[in-house]
């Protein structure tokens, strides 16, 4: 079946300009999260979505970042402003139960 | 502060031979674990967890030793193949934060040589 999918693969914009990076989760599972890594570091949780509750945002670096799921499914990270220290590998995963599932990531680099 | 820790970012080993990775945690909340692999420009991949109501986990080549008191875990990969070669993560989550993020080690490089 389908596993976890991003779009775009890589996203090139210059400094102060807002993106939008998208994941499908796998079809079924209720849970859906965003990570990020940075050059060098670890995988750094920012938000997860479970079913109907109010997301958990507590690893949202700043406001300029956010995220909506529409429909239970689909989920759009927004970054609004974005500074050099943005660039990263964004990741999505999603789960059922408590294995996460990971989508291959898109590689946002800001000039 | 970095609440899993992976100490070792690099590890050689031969083909054929046993890798093992370590991992330490400073959270006694976190009940569930996880190993993941990750090749260059992909994402993780989920390759076996344990739950802290049991002291290991095997599946196939690839065992997860849990010593709670200690707050380690480690993974051991016998025999070690040329297509191991990737980065590991250790993960761990507190599952009674609901289904939990995960808190993610910085990651050990295995290289795999023939």
């Known amino acids: 079946g389908a596993g976890v999918s991003q779009s775009p693969s890589n996203k090139v914009t210059e400094k102060g300009k807002d993106v939008e990076l998208r994941c499908d989760p796998i079809?079924?599972?209720?849970?859906l999260y965003w990570y990020r890594q940075s050059l060098g570091q670890g995988l750094e949780f920012l938000i997860y979505?479970?079913?109907?509750?109010?997301?958990?945002k507590s690893g949202l670096p700043s406001d300029r970042f956010s995220a909506e799921r529409t429909g239970g499914s689909v989920s759009t990270l927004t970054i609004q402003r974005t500074q050099q220290e943005d660039s990263a590998v964004y990741l999505c995963?999603?789960?059922?139960?408590?294995?996460?599932?990971f989508g291959p990531g898109t590689r946002l680099t800001v000039l | 502060d970095q609440q899993v820790k992976q100490n070792s970012p690099s590890l050689s080993v031969q083909e054929g031979r046993i890798s093992i990775l370590n991992c330490d945690y400073t959270?006694?909340?976190?009940?569930?674990f996880l190993w993941y692999k990750k090749y260059p420009a992909e994402g993780p991949t989920f390759l076996i967890s344990?739950?802290?109501?049991?002291d290991k986990n095997e599946d196939g080549r690839f065992t997860v030793f849990l010593n709670k008191s200690a707050k380690h875990l480690s993974l051991h990969i016998v025999p070690s193949q040329p297509g191991d070669s990737a980065v590991y993560f250790c993960?761990?989550?507190?599952?009674?934060?609901?289904?939990?993020?995960?808190?993610f080690g910085a990651g050990t490089q295995v290289v795999v040589t023939p």
């Open positions: 979505f479970q079913g109907n509750s109010a997301p958990d």
């Open positions: 079809s079924g599972h209720t849970a």
């Open positions: 344990i739950s802290s109501i049991k």
């Open positions: 959270n006694s909340m976190f009940d569930y």
């Open positions: 993960a761990a989550s507190r599952t009674t934060d609901s289904w939990g993020k995960l808190q």
């Open positions: 995963a999603s789960s059922l139960g408590h294995t996460q599932y």
